[in-house]
């Protein structure tokens, strides 16, 4: 498991950096693999990125039931403060699309902060957003709702889905308002360096190019352009082994 050390220099990016570290490190399908595949929403997005590693749980706030188990709140809040942190509660929401209530508002989110919780991913609804502001726990969600209607523990500790990506308990994730990132634990090691290094990268090549073109005719400006994508991939290449973005 990573320093916390290591999480602080990773949150100091936003995620698309990282992923852009991530796709030259990685053996998974950068198309599909670790990444939200559905529109998410950060209604936090001032507190900026989050890192932490996934605890899970399901809800369904339209069944009445699951107020017959008075102990699987209990029992779910044990298993959220004996995993190691910092935390992200993903939580799925089996009432989706239809969501008619949230486990997110004031008393849970500063709940779960004092249990090393950062925030939460929810395929379903938040609410209270300014309290849960002001209790320092950022939230990717679907929406808004007024009300929690049966929003009770289902099972928890268990792979979810959210936003058409599964994640796994004790995955490390990497969120903010773009969306989300989450990393297998072989590649945590080397994906602050290889973020850095492309971002690096960037700024001395195609960047660099792009904003110092301007006293340049149209044909010196394109030549400039492609140079610098020029050796922008080539020392991905010598870097990685592998062609970067282009």
């Not at 998410?40 to 989050?50: C, E, H, K, L, V």
């Not at 239809?98 to 925030?119: D, F, M």
């Amino acid at each position: 498991m990573p320093e916390h050390s290591l999480l602080l220099q990773l949150k100091r990016w936003n995620t698309p950096t990282i992923y852009n570290g991530w796709e030259q490190i990685t053996s998974r399908d950068r198309t599909r693999d670790g990444i939200n595949l559905e529109e998410t929403r950060d209604f936090m997005p001032q507190m900026g990125p989050m890192v932490g590693y996934a605890v899970t749980l399901l809800i369904e706030p339209s069944n009445p039931r699951h107020k017959q188990r008075p102990a699987a709140a209990e029992e779910y809040l044990q298993y959220v403060a004996e995993a190691p942190g910092p935390k992200i509660v993903v939580v799925q929401d089996l009432d989706k699309p239809r969501v008619v209530g949230s486990i997110w508002g004031e008393v849970n989110a500063n709940t779960h902060r004092a249990l090393g919780c950062v925030g939460t991913i929810t395929d379903g609804a938040i609410r209270d957003v300014d309290e849960m502001t002001n209790a320092g726990f950022k939230a990717l969600a679907r929406r808004l709702c007024v009300g929690h209607a049966y929003a009770m523990p289902v099972a928890w500790g268990t792979e979810v889905e959210v936003f058409g990506q599964r994640i796994r308990p004790g995955q490390l994730i990497h969120a903010d308002q773009h969306g989300f990132l989450a990393i297998e634990a072989e590649e945590s090691e080397k994906l602050l360096e290889a973020a850095t290094f492309m971002d690096r990268l960037e700024c001395e090549t195609v960047i660099a190019a792009a904003r110092t073109t301007e006293s340049l005719d149209l044909a010196a400006r394109l030549r400039r352009l492609g140079e610098a994508r020029r050796a922008f991939g080539e020392a991905v290449r010598k870097q990685f082994g592998r062609k970067g973005e282009w």
